[in-house]
């Protein structure tokens, strides 16, 4: 029993994961050689309901619950974590959206987003850094009844696949940290937006590049929140994101630690199954063990979520130990499968695809000084 899912959910996850080995499993490998996200699969997801069910009914959602949310997020990410990040970004910036946006400007989108026909990325980091998430240079200027925009976001996921990004400039002055920022929805069709895409080495379908903005103008009916404010508004939803990330992850390490206990119980060496040996089945073990207890942590922040409950400090350990752990856990059933595993396939593939969360979308090291702060106050940990 899981003392986080009831019958509903465990129903939930089952047809779900019905799904996701019918249509996403299939392309797995396929979408990652030719780096193309698959949009008739993302309206078929939108059909069925699995995209951002926690929204209200009113913003295209179903009002399930962050923990529906993150059931649904798990059983796709098993089948392919690219494919997962449809339900990621939809669920982070569908929460920016109806929280923060005019209705009139962000409604038609949310439908758009619910019914997998839009995808929306979000635009922080800048060249000059990353994990300094608040010491923003692209400017945001005021011109009448517009906001012009120019510089650079980069190691932005989807940069050049999303319709609408939710992007995050200078509006005060420097000095001002994240007390001068502001969001604001940008459609890709904006004049002055172009975008570029790297070769990374993993997530290759859903893939990770720049966003350029050259006196790039929008309305200022598309902010996000108030002027000025739009970080410290904005920020406090990727609380949800840090929790659906653990979920992703430990989504990929669970199917190859099953995937491994079947290999290791029927390759045989030396007379005897290979999981008779010690030292093929403690480490599968010990990895088990831990995958369990920190999808029990995943699930603990999105029910407190669900309980309008403080969940910051669960959130960040959420971010910074499932995503180590899921690399650890794969790279073990990796080698447990010897040549074949290390050869162009599903294991390595899923090992390139959990590595890139230890960067993005924070580090351990940022996800530790938000346990810290939380747990012993800020002004005891500054920045």
């Not at 690219?82 to 209705?103: D, F, M, R, T, V």
């Not at 932005?156 to 609408?164: N, R």
């Not at 290759?204 to 309305?219: K, L, M």
């Not at 790279?331 to 599903?346: A, S, V």
Request: charged share 25%.
């Amino acid at each position: 029993m899981n003392p986080y899912l009831d019958d509903d959910l465990q129903a939930l996850a089952g047809h779900v994961r019905r799904f996701a080995t019918a249509r996403v499993a299939p392309g797995f490998q396929e979408r990652d050689r030719t780096r193309v996200l698959d949009r008739a699969l993302m309206r078929e997801m939108g059909e069925m309901g699995f995209i951002a069910p926690e929204l209200p009914e009113r913003f295209g959602g179903q009002g399930l619950g962050c923990l529906a949310a993150g059931v649904i997020h798990e059983e796709v990410a098993r089948a392919d974590l690219s494919i997962s990040y449809i339900n990621l970004l939809a669920s982070l910036n569908g929460q920016i959206l109806s929280e923060h946006g005019q209705p009139d400007v962000v409604q038609p989108w949310l439908d758009k987003l619910t019914r997998g026909e839009a995808l929306c990325a979000i635009a922080l980091t800048e060249p000059r850094g990353g994990s300094d998430a608040a010491n923003l240079r692209l400017r945001v200027e005021r011109q009448g009844e517009h906001y012009v925009i120019n510089g650079e976001k980069t190691s932005i996921s989807a940069a050049d696949q999303a319709d609408i990004t939710v992007v995050f400039g200078r509006t005060g002055a420097a000095e001002d940290g994240a007390h001068g920022v502001t969001a604001l929805l940008v459609p890709k069709d904006t004049p002055g937006v172009t975008t570029s895409r790297f070769d990374c080495h993993g997530q290759r379908a859903i893939g990770r590049g720049s966003i350029f903005f050259e006196n790039a103008r929008v309305p200022l009916s598309h902010r996000l929140g108030e002027e000025n404010k739009g970080f410290v508004q904005v920020m406090q939803g990727f609380d949800f994101s840090r929790a659906l990330i653990g979920l992703q992850v430990l989504a990929v390490a669970r199917v190859a630690l099953d995937e491994t206990w079947a290999y290791v119980a029927q390759r045989e060496a030396f007379g005897k199954p290979l999981s008779a040996f010690q030292g093929v089945s403690h480490p599968l073990a010990d990895f088990d063990t831990q995958v369990e207890a920190a999808r029990l942590l995943c699930l603990q922040a999105l029910w407190l979520k669900d309980k309008g409950l403080p969940h910051s400090a669960e959130a960040a350990m959420c971010k910074w130990w499932a995503p180590k752990l899921a690399y650890d856990t794969i790279h073990q059933c990796l080698l447990m499968h010897g040549h074949g595993g290390y050869d162009r396939g599903p294991m390595e593939q899923r090992l390139r695809d959990v590595l890139g969360f230890q960067i993005g979308d924070g580090t351990a090291q940022i996800m530790k000084t938000v346990i810290a702060r939380t747990r012993a106050g800020r002004r005891a940990v500054p920045a």
